[in-house]
T-cell receptor, first 115, second 117 residues
Framework: AQSVAQPEDQVNVAEGNPLTVKCTYSVSGNPYLFWYVQYPNRGLQFLLKYITGDNLVKGSYGFEAEFNKSQTSFHLKKPSALVSDSALYFCAVRVSSGSARQLTFGSGTQLTVLP | DTGVSQNPRHKITKRGQNVTFRCDPISEHNRLYWYRQTLGQGPEFLTYFQNEAQLEKSRLLSDRFSAERPKGSFSTLEIQRTEQGDSAMYLC???????????????FGPGTRLLVL
């Protein structure tokens, strides 16, 4: 079975400050890890993914995430937050082997960037 | 690439009625997925198609739920005899189908929000 934990329901950060949204995962095997963002009453928008290789992954809108296998974490980061980054962020995992194609999502973290 | 589209965007129905949602994936995407998202939760997997074949179904997909993708293009999700617990956002996603290892990105539509009164 695969699972994702986002330990913070809410993260508040001041505009211009760095932000981190935490994610830890549990899978049997090597993981594929994804971050999505959801704005109110909208679907999910893909930000970035880790498949293999460099542990630091860069994605859309200046976001990046660091894969840490020993800590089974995939935290989302941005050096300087914008008010427009305020949204709901989801981490997701899929195991790399087997036939399952489904993504397993965390419960989400609401990011609020304060002006 | 016009993105994944879903219709209707909103649906209000009375308990016991049947509803049907439609999803049009990104053109030439072979894989199509349905997820359900309730308030305060992440999306939960319902079912997955490779072309017209339904290859995976979640335990969440009760007998009242049925999904089809008859020509390997658009898909429909039908809920029969709706219950108040079916109220949720129903999300559709698609991916290219070119990768065998599950590393593909799934692109999501805007969702259909269902309210069962």
């Amino acid at each position: 079975a695969q699972s994702v934990a986002q330990p913070e329901d809410q993260v508040n950060v001041a505009e211009g400050n760095p932000l981190t949204v935490k994610c830890t995962y549990s899978v049997s095997g090597n993981p594929y890890l994804f971050w999505y963002v959801q704005y109110p009453n909208r679907g999910l928008q893909f930000l970035l993914k880790y498949i293999t290789g460099d542990n630091l992954v860069k994605g859309s809108y200046g976001f990046e995430a660091e894969f840490n296998k020993s800590q089974t974490s995939f935290h989302l980061k941005k050096p300087s937050a914008l008010v427009s980054d305020s949204a709901l962020y989801f981490c997701a995992v899929r195991v790399s082997s087997g036939s399952a194609r489904q993504l397993t999502f965390g419960s989400g973290t609401q990011l609020t960037v304060l002006p | 690439d016009t993105g994944v589209s879903q219709n209707p965007r909103h649906k209000i129905t009375k308990r016991g009625q049947n509803v049907t949602f439609r999803c049009d994936p990104i053109s030439e995407h072979n894989r199509l997925y349905w997820y359900r998202q309730t308030l305060g939760q992440g999306p939960e997997f319902l079912t997955y198609f490779q072309n017209e074949a339904q290859l995976e179904k979640s335990r969440l997909l009760s007998d009242r739920f049925s999904a089809e993708r008859p020509k390997g293009s658009f898909s429909t999700l039908e809920i029969q005899r709706t219950e108040q617990g079916d109220s949720a956002m129903y999300l559709c996603a698609s991916s290219t189908g070119l990768s065998s290892g599950g590393q593909e990105t799934q692109y999501f539509g805007p969702g259909t929000r269902l309210l069962v009164l």
